[in-house]
């Protein structure tokens, strides 16, 4: 199974020109130096933290600990929580950095192929056509994290049956995705394997059962990804969670395959239940079929109540 996700455009995965423009090398420049002053900040982390480690091991040497190693102890995780914060920063500058770079060589490539009738494209107003497929991969994961948290519970009585799209229960068959929302999508990559990826409805065609749906993961510079897939190949994701300790029946059982997004990707792919949550901010725990292990499937992997999904068996309208 892929570990890093669906097929990367390799024009979001590489950009290497030749001669760079005044701009881009400035910003290369500035790239260059922040890299080293991370590598510096690293350097002096480690060294307090092996400061902390050498405090340790002579407190074990004492009978009992003196006010002299406390005041230490505490001045040193201080420094290293400092430390730590100060490397964070400037590793988020470089990304933002990498980010500036990256757009300033796609308004280069899109000057070089329009017509010289048509005005260029300005940074600025590249960076205000930025959508998801320009948001680092990373802030992408902590917005779909969050969203999984934020769904509202479900608030039936005690022991009642959960509705469609609350929890484990799925859409009902005359069910259709509205605009916006959220669902599960068996598309053809560009390279032309078949996968399961998370995406945002466009439209709905009654006539010809089909949906309009964007790839939720944008990458490269080239727009939406777009797919227009049959109804019975899209899956949508539960509109509430359960409370486990009020509806346990809304949880996928023990053992059951499901589809789950893989951590920290927009894929989804075929699992069995491992554990289940233990109240409605936790997550499942689950075992995604994985033929690099003996077993046969990958270690336990979390995955919130919201991205894992009943297995939808292909069959024709």
Known sequence: MPRGGKHVPSSAA???RDSPSPQNATLLQELYHLIHRVQRERDQGESTLSNIAKTHDRMKQEVRISPYFKTKLQGLYTTALQEAKSEAQLIEQALDKIVNIKQLEAGEKARSSRPQTQPPLSIEDIQTRKTTATM???VLMNILQQSAQDIPVWDGNAGE????LCGCVPAEDKYKAK???HVAAHVKTDDGEEQWILAVVNSYNSHSHKYIVDD???EGNNGKERHTVMKRKVIPLPLHKVDPHMHPQG???LKQLVLALYPQT?????AIIHK???DVNSDYSVLFEDTAYSEGYSPPLDVPQRFVLPVKESKRK
């Open 266 to 270: 927009t894929c989804f792919y075929r």
């Open 161 to 164: 049956m959960p509705v469609a």
């Open 276 to 278: 289940l949550p233990k």
């Open 14 to 16: 590489s950009s290497h």
């Open 216 to 218: 939720i993961d944008e």
């Open 251 to 253: 949880l996928f059982k």
């Open 136 to 138: 680092r991969r990373g």
């Open 179 to 181: 605009p916006g929302s």
